[in-house]
């Protein structure tokens, strides 16, 4: 589906096209790293696989919220964007005990004007994550 339009009949068709990028995990099913449907960069979740190897990593929530937001910023530098460019984050959790110790990982990528943001707590999430996050980006 690269260079896909979408909205046939409706005037100015919208643009989508898909992204990859060796620097963060490949998919593990049927989606892509990313899109790009207009101006607007819609990231698939993250989860605390490192690249290269595509397992998880080790320790406990602050180390896998890192891994996913350097996963998160990976994607975005393979579109010269950067965390600044971020609208619109959805973080699932499997324990919103957690909640603390993601917010202190999350806000060092957030220092000033944070985006706007969803939490919620997950029964399970792909390969026993205790996070994931996926993004909106603007350009």
């Not at 998880?56 to 891994?67: A, L, N």
Request: aromatic residues 8%; glycine residues 10%; proline residues 6%.
């Amino acid at each position: 589906m690269e260079g896909a339009k979408l909205g046939a009949g409706f005037g100015n068709a919208l643009k989508r096209h898909t992204i990859h990028t060796a620097n963060a995990p490949a998919a593990v099913g049927p989606y892509s790293q990313g899109v790009w449907a207009g101006d607007f960069l819609f990231c698939a979740g993250q989860i605390p696989l490192e690249p290269q190897s595509g397992s998880m990593v080790g320790g406990g929530i602050k180390e896998q919220t890192t891994q996913v937001m350097e996963n998160i910023n990976a994607i975005l530098r393979s579109q010269e964007l950067s965390f600044g460019h971020v609208v619109k984050t959805t973080i699932y959790t499997v324990d919103l005990d957690d909640f603390a110790a993601i917010n202190e990982v999350y806000s060092q990528y957030f220092p000033t004007e944070p985006p706007a943001r969803s939490t919620v707590q997950v029964s399970a999430l792909p390969k026993g994550a205790l996070v994931e996050i996926e993004v909106v980006a603007a350009r």
